[in-house]
């Protein structure tokens, strides 16, 4: 059985890091790739980083019902198809989505039973701190995903766990050991259960 887990965070929270720590250390995991109508930016490569598609077959793609959930930001449009969720369960393995609140929100109409995580950084002036760290943005741009973060962490209480991500290896043992509590909950554990519980039935006890 595949679970879907969900993470979520405001832009500098240090969530990529986070999960590329964890799908490093979990060979059980396989992570959804995102379609997007955005262009390629620096060592981003197309297919791991996203798949990069034009606007009009995204658009054509939306029509078809092909994602599980998107939406636009910033005039691009970003997207989870539905085959990363069979590709998932086919090998085996659990998926984990990095998508947006919008985002996430869609997935869990599609996959109620869906596992949402929201990190957070511990605060505000350390949010700004680590984005200006990474070189990246205008200033601009910067101001911009602090007025976002705002509005982005007011969606907190929809997520079924929510990390602050103060120390880096803290928080990726967190996330593990959340992924770790999921598999072992009695609705995925059934398969597993059900064998043990017919081997009691097959030999009573004698007294």
Known sequence: MTTVFIISAPSGSGKSTLVSRLLASDRHLRFSVSYTTRQRRGTEKPGESYVY?????FEQRCEGGEFLEY???????????????DQAAQEGKDLILDIDVQGARQLKRSVPEAVSIFVLAPSR??????????????????????R???????????????LVNHQLEESVAALSAIISAERVRRSRMEDQIRPILRSFEERPSLF
Do not use: M, P, W
């Open 53 to 57: 598609i034009s606007r009009e077959e």
């Open 71 to 85: 939406a636009e930001v910033f005039g691009n449009y970003y997207g989870t198809h539905r085959s990363v969720l």
């Open 125 to 146: 002036d350390i949010l700004e701190q680590r984005l200006r760290s990474r070189s990246e943005d205008s200033e601009e741009v910067i101001q911009r995903r602090l």
């Open 148 to 162: 976002e973060a705002a509005e982005e962490i007011k969606n907190y209480v929809q997520y079924d766990y929510v």
